[in-house]
C-alpha cells in the first residue's frame, strides 16, 4: 500500500543522518568552545611560553633578517631628549591609529628610549579578551585603571599614557585633553610630575578609510571611534620589513611639568593642573613642528 514511499525512505534516512551529525558536530564545537574558554580564564592555557617559542624559531630561521629588522625599527622610531625624572607620568601626543611609537618605546627594547622603569598604560576592556591579561604582564603594561594607574606609582614605577585616546586620530594637530580629568588627579594626588611627547608624523603613519561620519559622532559619547587603516598605509607600513619608514616618527621628549602633591584635589586644581600642561605641550609642539595645536 506504500510501497510508493520506499524510494524517499532512502533520502529520509540520509536527511537524518546528515541531521544526527550536525547535531553533533555543534554540541560538541560548544562544548570544546565552552571548556576551552573556561581553561583560558582560570589561566589553564598560556599564550607566553607559545610566543617565546615562536620568538626563538623566528630568530633561528631568519637570523639573517632580524638584524636588518630591529635596526629598520631603531631608524623609523628616533628618540630626542632624554627622561630626567626618576618616577614620571609620560604623556603621548598624539594617539594616533596604534599609537605605534608607544607601543615600539615603552612595550618593547627595540628603539633607543631613555627610560625602562616605565610600564605602558592601554585600554582597560582589552583585558576582556582571552590571553590579553598575560599579554599585559609580558609587554609591561597596565589597563587605564584609576588604581592600577596609582598602584604602579606608588610603587616608584613612572606611566606611559596616551591620553587623547583613539578619537584624537579624528582630528589633525588637536589634543583631546579638555575633557580629561582622572590623569590629573592621579599626577596631583601623588606629586607626579607631567611629561609631554610629541611624536612627529604619528598621525601620517596611517591614513583612515571613510566611514560615515554619523557613526563616529554616535560613538563620540563614548569616546570611540572606527578606526579602519587604508591598505596602501598598512603597505606603507609594512616596507619597514626591507627599509626604514620614509617619513621617520621622532618622539620628542619635552621638559617635564612640576606637580604639587594635593591628597584631595578639587576640580579647580585639576583645570589649574590641565591648562599648565596644555601650555607647556602647546609650546613644545610649536617649537618641534612649526605648528599651532588646538585643544579640545
Known sequence: MFSFLYPYAYMAL????????????????????????????????????LLTTVNRITASLFSFLVPSLEANIRASFPVKGSVST??????????????TSHFFHIGTR??????????GVALSVLTWMPFMTELFEYFRAIPSDYTAMKKAIDDGTSISVAPGGMREMLYPESALISRRKGIFRLALETGTPLIPIVS????????????PRFLQDWLEPYDLCIPIPTLKSVLTYLGILVAPLPNPIQSVIGPPVSVTRIE?????????????????????YKTETGKDLTIR
Not at 612627529?200 to 566611514?211: G, I, K, M, W
Open 110 to 119: 627595540l628603539t633607543d628610549w631613555p627610560a625602562r622603569n616605565v610600564k
Open 14 to 49: 540520509a536527511a537524518g543522518w546528515l541531521i544526527g551529525i550536525g547535531v553533533l558536530i555543534v554540541c560538541m564545537g560548544a562544548l570544546s568552545s565552552t571548556v576551552l574558554g573556561l581553561m583560558m580564564l582560570f589561566g589553564m592555557i598560556r599564550i607566553v611560553p
Open 86 to 99: 626618576d618616577r614620571s607620568i609620560l604623556m603621548w601626543h598624539p594617539h594616533g591609529l596604534f599609537c
Open 200 to 211: 612627529v608624523n604619528e598621525d601620517s603613519l596611517y591614513t583612515l578609510a571613510n566611514v
Open 264 to 284: 584631595t584635589p578639587t576640580d579647580a586644581d585639576i583645570a589649574t593642573l590641565r591648562s599648565r600642561y596644555a601650555e607647556a605641550l602647546q609650546t613644545l
